[in-house]
């Protein structure tokens, strides 16, 4: 059954702005750190950004840095992904992540939204 929800995908062109939101189906986001993903058709799913359990930590891929936020909501039980200055390229699904732990340096993600597509018109 669906884990997380997520919305806001569609097409804006280049240079644009397109804000992502991340909802759990029937559960808490509190306790997790949170991330985003993106996958483009015969490439692997790369790393987009993540955020603490509080908030107070973000990382973000170099690809993307400067240009989106990462933030979260835990009294609304929400985390969005706001992408600015977005570039053309090939049309990839993004996809929320929750995480409960990291093990010998590498983080689990334990639960995944189905993905919303953004497609970047020239």
């Known amino acids: 059954q669906v884990q997380l929800v997520e919305s806001g995908g569609g097409l804006v062109q280049s240079g644009g702005s397109l804000r992502l939101s991340c909802a759990p189906s029937?559960?808490?986001?509190?306790?997790?750190?949170m991330g985003w993903f993106r996958q483009a058709p015969g490439k692997e799913r790369e790393f987009v950004a993540r955020i603490s359990w509080s908030g107070g930590t973000t990382v973000y891929a170099d690809s993307v840095k400067g240009r989106f936020t990462i933030s979260r909501d835990n009294a609304k039980n929400t985390v969005d992904l706001q992408m600015n200055s977005l570039k053309p390229g090939v049309t990839a699904v993004y996809y929320c992540?929750?995480?409960?732990?990291?093990?010998?340096?590498?983080?689990?993600?334990?639960?995944w939204g189905q993905g919303t597509q953004v497609t970047v018109s020239s």
């Open positions: 029937g559960w808490i986001l509190s306790s997790y750190a």
């Open positions: 992540a929750a995480s409960s732990t990291v093990v010998g340096g590498t983080r689990n993600w334990d639960y």
